[in-house]
């Protein structure tokens, strides 16, 4: 562990509290845990200028990895053309008059896209006349009518918050409630949006380190050709899509901490590790992110591909589970990022390893068979899989 990284994040379940109604009533009329909020319409004409002003800050953190295609932006256009209810988009007043959009983004950048002629429609199908044109290449009726429409906003203004963790806290609450509506929102991208800085950068960057894609079938760049994977082609791939891949990362770091996160939930304790994280010392960032990366080359070099796939009983048959399991990451990970200085000989010790890997599931099964998290079955699979490696690189020294 590294020193000065632990930071005891103890996560303790809710509890019931037990108020009389008169103490809830109370509560309610001051208005605690309320949110202050006014709304606006916005001329979409006006939408482009605003958005280049200083006074709209355009959080990429909130932006999830579910980006829209030409077709899903042109649909949008098309509702506008038709006087569909478009909804609001959803501000956080940062500072007096000044906002960051929380939710909407995808919504403000098609409608500035579409007014500058960067987008060209396509797939329409109520409108069909309409595909291949642009804002100003739209029949004058049509574009006047767009340009007469609203987009609604709902703004949580700044005396929502009196302190600067009250402010976090809201902006979460609503974040998350917001988008719960919609596509199923994931925890990481939830901590992306909420939880954003120098840890957070970290470990989007650490999620395209080679090693780890290749172990868990994500799209890499290729070295040999410059191939860059389209962001449609990461789509596809839910691990990506999902930021999975993130807070695979992340976990990474958060688990290398006391077991005590177990005492509840691992989200909860994700999340406040990630923001707890954000205000380590660059230094100390910069020395995590080798020894991810570090951990990561040395788990492929000597495991392969197939690193976090586990060894199966199916019936009286033993196979591969052909999928990657976080159960092995976290235990081999752990236990590969502490013996780090014995990477040459880990490297060495490759062929014998990937062999002898189903005989050590075989032996424990019942330890990686199942989804036990609590503390003692953690570490004792720790325990086991480092025992496993001391014999494997004693008999290649030998």
Known sequence: MLKGEEIKLGIQPPQVIDRPDQEINEKYVKGEVRIVTEQARYPLSSIPQMLDSDNYLLRPEYQRRHRWSNEKKSRLIESLVMNVPIPPIFLYEYEYSKYEVMDGLQRLSTIQEFYSNQLELTG??????????????????????????????????????????????????????????GERLMPQESRNAV??????????SLSRQHSLCLMWGIPIESDEDLFKPSEEVLLENSMYREMFDVELVLRFFAFRQDEQYLRGALRDYLDEYQRHSNRFPDSLRLQMGKIFADTSDLCYDALGERAFWLWRKRGTRWNWLSRPTTIAYDTIMWVLSNRLDQADKIRASATTLRAEMPRFYEQHYDKFAGRYTNPSNIVERRLLFSLFLHEILARVTE
Request: charged share 30%.
């Open 124 to 181: 329409l199908t109520e409108w069909e006349e309409l595909n291949g044109r642009t804002h100003s290449s739209l029949p004058d009726r049509v574009r006047a009518g767009i340009d007469r429409r609203y987009l609604s906003s709902i703004i949580l203004l700044q005396e929502t918050a009196k302190t600067g963790d009250e402010a976090r806290i809201l902006k979460q609450l609503v974040f998350e409630r917001i988008n719960s509506g």
């Open 195 to 204: 939880f954003p800085g120098p840890m957070n950068e970290l470990c989007l």
